[in-house]
Each structure stands twice: as C-alpha cells, then as structure tokens.
C-alpha cells in the first residue's frame, strides 16, 4: 500500500506541473521586465534629483553672493560722504554708521583709517581697541591695505577669524577726495566687517528645511580650491554640483550633494513593481485557475465517498439533537387523516404513550380561542402546498395552557401519498418573558416620554427669551455652530444685527413695562417681516439678530434691511402714550465656506457701529474697506508713529530723462515706508492714514533731507544729475519750518524742484498758496504741477503761480496709443505750457512707443516705467552708470 501511495504522490505532482509549466514561463518574464524597468527609473531619478540639487543650490549662491555685494554697496554712501567731508568726526561717522545700520544687513563693524591708521570706529563701543590701529604695522592687514591704495579699488578679503571674535569677511574701501590743482588724493581706507554666520543664515544655510549638504571653499590665485570652510569637505569628492561665487577680488566654489548621497533609489519604484505584479497576476491567474480545477476535479471523487460516511454520521446528530431540544415530530397522512406522533410529542401534548391518533385528535387539544384561526392557517398550507408555519395555544387535561409553535412542509412519499411532516415545541417560556418585556417596555416608553418633555420645555426656556420667546444668545450660537458645519455644501449666510434707537429713552420716561412692551413688538414685527426659516434672535438689551441662511443680493437685503426698519418703527400705546423707536441695522454676508458664522456676526456688530457713527436709523454692509477702516486703521497709525521715531520713511527715486536723447536731466524722490513687517510700502499703503494723523508734512521733511544727502553722492560720483524733485504736500506747503529750513541751506538754484498735486485747490486758497510759493521760489527752487489734468488747477491759477514744469497725470498719457482725442488733448496741454514758458513732463511711460508719440507731440521730459522704476540711492548710481535704457531708445520720426 506504501509503495502505491507514493507512486500516485509522484504522478499527481508531474500533472500539476504539466499544467503550471506556463504560468512559470510568465512569473520569468515578468521578474526580467521588473529589473529593466527598476534600471531606468533609477537613471530617470538621479538626473530629476541633480537638477533639484542645482535649482536649491543657484537660489543659495545667488543669495550668497546678492548679499555679500549688497553689503559692499551699503558702504558706498559712507566713502561718498567722507570723500566730501575729509574732516569726519566720530559723532558724524556714528550718525551715518547708524543709518547704514538701520538698513537689512549683516555688518559687524565698520573702521575708517585715514593715513591706514584708524581714528573711527562703529559701533565705537566694543572697538576701542580698534582706534589706532596701524595697517602698516600688522603683518596679516598689511598686504590687503597696500592693494586698496595702489589699485583704488575695493578689496575683499576672507572668511578670517576675527579678533572680537567669529568669522567674517572684510571688506576695504579705497577713500580718494579732491585736491585742487594736484587732482585726487588718497585719503585712507574704510574697513567693514561682514559676519559669515548672518550671511550663511540670509543664504539660506541653515534652513531646517533644505534638501542638500552644502560645502564652499576658497578658490585660490592659481585655480585650485582650499580647504572648505563651510560643510563636509567630502562633498567635493563625490561628484556635486558646484558653481562659483565671486566678489571683489575673491572667488568661492559652492558644491551641493541630496541628504542621503545620489545613491538614493526612485521614490515611486515600489509603484511600477506592484503593477508589473498585477498585470503579470492577471496573466497567471487564468492558467493556474484552469490547472487548479483540473486537479480538483480528482479530488472532488475521492471526496464524495467520504461524504456518503459523514452523512450517516450527521443523521445520528440530528437525532441527538432532537432529543437534546425536546422537539416533537409528527406526520400526517392527509388522504386518511392518520396522524404519527412520536414520544416527544405524546408527552407536549400530555396523551398516552401508546394509541391511534387522527386529525380530531389535534383538533380537540386546541384553545378555543385559537380554534378557528389554528384550522385556517393549517387548510391553507393543505391547499398551497406551502410551508406551514403558525402559532397556538393548547389546553392540558389539568387546565394547563401551552404555547405550542409549529412548521412543517408537505410531500409525497414512495406511494406518491401527500403527506405532512413537521415539528412542534414548547414556546411557553419565550411567550410569557415576551409578554413581560413588552409590558416593561411600554412602562419605559411613558416614563421617557414624560422625562423628553420636561426636558424640552427646559431646553427651550435655556434656549429662548422668556420676554420675546425668541431664540437667545446660546441658541444664536449653537445656531451659527450648525451653519459652520453645513457650511461645505451651502457656504452662503447673511446676518443682521439690529439695535433699536431712542430706546433708553422710553425706558427712562415711561418705565421698563413700556420697555418691555417694546421689545415684544418688535420681536413681532421681526418675525412678521421675515422668512419662516430665517433665524430671528433676541441676544440681550434691545439687541437683535437675524440670520438668513443663503445669500442675498444687495437689492435684496437692503429690501429686507428697509422693511425691518419700517415695521420696528411702527407706534404702539403704552398706558395713553404712542411709544415709537427706530432701528440701526449692520449687514455681513458670507460668500466663502473658510469664514466662520461667528465671524459674521462680528463683521455685522462692526457694520451697525459704522451705521449708528453716520446717523441711526439706517442700513451699513459689511465690507472688507469698512474692515481696514475699522481693524487696521489703529495699527497702521502706531505703526507710522514708531516708524517716523526710527527712520523708517525712506526716499526712493526715479530717473527723468530728455524726450528726445534719454539722456537722465532729473530724478523724482519718491517717499516708501520700510515697514519692519511688510518691507517697502508705497505712498497707497499709508498716505490717508498719515493724513489723518497730520505727520504727512514730516514725511515730507524727511524725503527731503535724504534727497539733499543723496544729490551730494551724485556730484560725488560725477554723475550728470542736475535736478531732484520732492514731492511737497499741503501739510507741508503751510509749514513754517520748512522755510526756516531752507534758509539753512546753500541751494543752486534749479537743483532742487518742488512737486505740488494739483488736487491742492489753489483757486480757493489763494493769496496763501501764492505766498508761500513766491517763498520757496525766492530760495532758488522750482515748482512743478503734480498730477496735472486730474485736480483743481485752472489756466489763471496757472498763471498766478508761474510754475516751471507741468506733470500731465499718467491717466491722461495711457490711452495716448490707441485714441486719437487723448492725443490731441496732450498737445493741447503742450501748447498752454509753451505760450506760458512751462516745461512739460510726460508720465506713465509705459512702453516704449508712449516715449516715441510723447516725444512728437513736444514734451521735453519723459518718466515712466518703460524707462526706469523707482529704486534706492545704491541703485540709482549703478543705473546711471550703466546706462542700460539707451539700448532701447525709440528712432526719430518726423
């Protein structure tokens, strides 16, 4: 028997294998594609991840380098004043320091060291030391400070360990002044010390957040590279992306690697495995499905031997199981009415062991009650030949009622007799415990019953206001919870809160029973003229809130807004007096679902304060102005009261140029708040707010002085600069201290211009405005029209002031291209300015062809973005020197 047992192990398995040969040949093929395909999306990763590491480390070195040059340039105004003040004190040199310092920087200190000797210092406290100190002399700033005076150029030098201590760059600056008829003199230096860890931290270095290892070393003179002072010099030996960063007179490489070296595998690889997987499992699926049946189908002979034993033995179970359950069984033959009951039958029903039994004899153990029913429901399965399932009562030959259930089914035996068999049991138990748990549960059901209604008659009187029966300020909330929750799928909400006016007044005359008298006549009202699913709330005091749970067009709620109004202010009689109140209403509605329904109803609280602030009785929406007006404002004047403390107004300046050869033949100085939060802001961002807080007239003063510090680096620089207008605002125009000021100053006259808009009404100002200008003309300065053609100016006022320029507004020039009429009417204001000797400034030179039609129709200066947009003094000069707009000067036409 072993050996037949083995020989059919040997030939079932050389079958299994004949029928999953194919399925094997698959699985090959597809682990051969997967390995392919894990090459080439490794390749494809590491070149996606160099050019990662390339983006991330251009940003740092543009950084790197963009800083350190900016802190190069930020110096430059300091050798500008000392080459026309030679003689600088400490106290002078501090001031300018601290200006410098003011600026976003990652300066340490700076030295000036006429003769190569340092006699100033900033911050002087700290480098003491410093005062004195011979370049001549030190063998390690020796060589560096020669090469700034033998070159005359910027020499920059590090990283080095400083002697305060750290590391830095050093930064000298060659200072030459004017000397007569003996040309320019070598005056000394300005050292500036740059702290290396800002500039890492400005570049972006130390980021929590960046994906690279960084590594940078000194390029030395012959091309190599020193020994990295920054990073892992490891990262230079493993193919890095490296670029140069270049400065003054010194050159870095900077090398960049991924966290986790370039030996990183595809982030999606496991991705293209899976569904290689699939597609080969669907490929083998169906030829090992077809080879599992097959063999199967062995198995399911074997199988069905072993079933016909275990249906013997489930038999004996089942009668077991009757036996265990106490479960009768019976048969009916239905032709002759013999009935088979058997032991556990005999005893459920109480009749003896042994006898005959029929129909009647069933019948007649029946409770009356359940006769006639019991006889239906067994004739209808007698007659459906469908299942007979029923319940019944029988009664005991003592007395003893029982519940009996029963099922049974018909069929035909060997004979092809009809026949019923079927079974009963005891349910006694189960219908009485039934009966009790229905009867204790409906004893539940009224106790709860009860209990909901005390509890809701609580929870509406925590809810409601027992005055107004209205909803109250916690049903309000909870309200405007459920909206923020239905808010993904109907973000649109509109809210009013209501307060009624003149009603302290009844309250104080007539008493609170008027009062009270009031308020319910207006809660009436409020429902009477609103939608049945609106929300009207009552939130305290003669307060009021209704919230609609859509949105409304602004007809709409005004509508709304105005009935409510109409309906409060409806009189009542209190006691022979005819009490009358009014309503001040604020509106928010919510157009997106990110704004919370509790937000609303403080945007509505802020729309009925500014409805209240403009006269009561009336309607006020909430809008993202009447926000800024009502949030911001505050902060933004605090913010401009600290800043003109701490300098923070700055002067920006934009480039005039000559219409006709673009040569630069002035500079605009524009104000800018560098705000400590926001960074540069323009006149737009604060101006009102200034207005408001009457400082706009020492903004002024403050551009002012930072244009006549900047026209001295001009000359300087011996850049052709002749003019420089400053914006002057009526504030400003009236202030007293600004003649005193300019009599202070030594001004060549034409050099410095004065801006005045036209919105300043000079017909209704008069003999001031004429005045004060014949003032400032006798210093030597010019006056220039703002914004001409959008104001108040008017031909005689014109002729009153004799200005030397006119601005035509940038509204008047924009459609110059596309209308004819625009056109004409620039020529027109052309003409004025000739027959009364004014020159004509152009602004709002977009484009290039705005310059060429601009330069036809005969104005003399041009100003606009094409040409050049505001930028800081350090700018400026590098604009000027570079000259970069000639390039795209418009051809002549004529």
């Known amino acids: ?70 802190n190069i340039q930020l110096v430059q105004g300091m050798v500008a004043v000392i080459e026309t003040e030679p003689n600088i004190t400490q106290e002078r040199f501090s001031t300018l320091a601290r200006r410098i310092f003011n600026t976003p920087h990652q300066l340490r200190n700076l030295a000036a060291a006429p003769n190569l000797v340092i006699r100033l210092a900033y911050p002087l406290s700290g480098n003491e030391q410093l005062i004195g100190f011979d370049y001549r002399g030190s063998e390690a700033q020796r060589e560096a400070a020669l090469l700034v005076r033998e070159t005359g150029r910027i020499v920059v030098t590090g990283p080095v360990d400083l002697v305060q201590g750290g590391r830095g760059l050093i930064a000298r600056y060659p200072v030459v002044i004017a000397n007569g008829k003996a040309g320019r003199t070598f005056w000394g230096l300005i050292a500036a010390v740059i702290d290396i860890d800002k500039l890492y931290e400005y570049g972006g270095l130390n ?300 309250n104080d005359t007539l008493g609170h029973g008027a009062g009270d008298a009031i308020l319910r006549h207006v809660a009436a009202k409020l429902r009477e003229n609103t939608r049945i699913e609106d929300f009207v709330a009552r939130i305290g005091g003669d307060e009021f809130v209704v919230v609609c749970a859509d949105s409304m067009t602004e007809s709409e709620y005004g509508e709304l807004a105005r009935r409510l109004i109409d309906a409060v202010n409806t009189p009542i009689t209190y006691a022979g007096h005819e009490c009358r109140v009014g309503a001040s209403i604020g509106i928010a509605m919510r157009e997106k679902a990110d704004v919370r329904a509790e937000q609303l109803l403080v945007n509505a609280d802020i729309a009925l304060y500014e409805a209240k602030r403009h006269g009561r009785n009336r309607v006020e929406r909430f809008t993202d102005q009447l926000k800024s007006l009502t949030i911001n404002t505050k902060k933004t004047a605090d913010a401009i009261l600290r800043s003109l403390e701490q300098n923070d107004f700055v002067a920006y300046f934009q480039p005039q140029f000559d219409a006709h050869t673009l040569e630069i033949n002035g500079v605009e100085a524009l104000a800018r708040w560098q705000h400590p939060e926001d960074g540069i802001l323009t006149p737009d961002r604060f101006l009102v707010i200034a207005e408001s807080l009457n400082v706009v007239s020492q903004i002024d003063a403050a551009i002012l002085e930072q244009a006549l510090l900047q026209r001295i680096r001009w000359q300087a620089n011996d850049l052709a ?74 031909i005689l006022s014109l002729l009153k002031l004799s200005p030397r320029r006119l601005k035509i507004d940038r509204q008047l020039t924009a459609p110059i291209i596309v209308s004819a009429a625009q056109r004409r009417l620039i020529s027109s204001i052309v003409d004025i300015g000739r027959s009364l000797g004014i020159e004509i400034v152009a602004e709002g030179v977009e484009t290039m062809h705005h310059a060429a039609i601009l330069r036809d129709l005969g104005c003399q200066t041009l100003q606009g973005y094409a040409l050049a947009r505001p930028m800081d003094g350090n700018a400026l000069i590098d604009f000027a020197r570079g000259r970069s707009w000639m390039q795209h000067r418009p051809a002549e036409t004529g």
């Open 1 to 70: 028997m072993t050996g037949n047992s083995g020989k059919d192990g040997w030939r079932a398995l050389v079958l299994a294998l004949q029928y999953y040969f194919p399925a094997l040949i698959v699985v090959v093929a597809i682990g051969i594609a997967i390995v392919y395909a894990d090459h080439q999306k490794n390749r494809i990763h590491q070149e996606n991840l160099r050019n990662r590491v390339t983006e991330d480390l251009g940003l740092i070195r543009a950084r790197l380098e963009g800083g350190i040059n900016a």
């Open 207 to 506: 980021s929590d957040g960046l994906g690279i290892d960084v590594s940078i070393a000194s390029k030395q003179r012959d091309g190599s590279l020193g020994k990295p002072f920054f990073g892992d010099a490891a990262i230079f030996e493993g193919s890095p992306v490296a670029m140069p960063i270049n400065f003054g007179a010194e050159s870095w490489e900077i090398a960049a690697a991924p966290k986790g070296g370039w030996n990183q595998p595809a982030p999606d690889l496991w991705v293209s495995r899976i569904l290689m997987l699939l597609v080969g499992a669907m490929i083998v699926a169906p030829v090992a499905w077809i080879a599992r049946l097959l063999s199967e189908r062995q198995a399911n002979i074997a199988a069905l031997r072993q079933q016909e034993e275990e249906l013997r033995a489930i038999s004996h179970r089942l009668e077991i199981a009757l036996e265990a359950s106490r479960i009768g069984v019976w048969e009916l033959d239905i032709g002759s009415g013999e009935l088979h009951w058997d032991t556990r039958m005999q005893q459920l029903y109480g009749v003896e062991t042994a006898g005959h039994y029929s129909y009647q004899t069933w019948r007649e153990t029946l409770h009356p009650d359940d006769l006639v029913e019991a006889e239906q429901i067994f004739n209808r399965a007698i007659e459906s030949g469908k299942d007979y399932v029923t319940e019944f009562r029988i009664v005991m030959r003592d007395g003893e009622v029982r519940h009996i259930r029963a099922f049974g089914t018909t069929y035909r035996d060997s004979r092809f007799r009809k026949k019923l068999v079927g079974v009963n049991w005891n349910v006694t138990a189960d219908v009485r415990l039934q009966q009790e748990l229905r009867e204790a549960k409906l004893q539940a059901e009224l106790q709860n019953l009860e209990l909901e209604e005390a509890r809701q008659h609580m929870e509406h009187n925590s809810l409601h206001d027992a005055l107004t029966n209205l909803p109250n300020r916690r049903y309000l909330d909870q309200h405007l919870m459920r909206l923020d929750t239905a808010a993904a799928t109907n973000s649109s909400a509109t809210v009013l809160h209501i307060d009624l006016d003149r009603f302290k007044d009844i």
């Open 721 to 794: 600069i002749d003019r420089v207008s400053v914006n002057i605002s009526a504030q400003r125009l009236f202030d007293e201290s600004l003649l005193q000021r300019l009599e202070q100053l030594d001004i060549v006259p034409g050099s410095l211009s004065f801006e005045l808009l036209e919105s300043i009404s000079f017909d209704d100002k008069g003999a001031a405005v004429t005045d004060s200008i014949e003032r400032i003309k006798a210093h030597g300065i010019d006056i220039e029209i703002d914004d001409f053609g959008t104001g108040y100016a008017s």
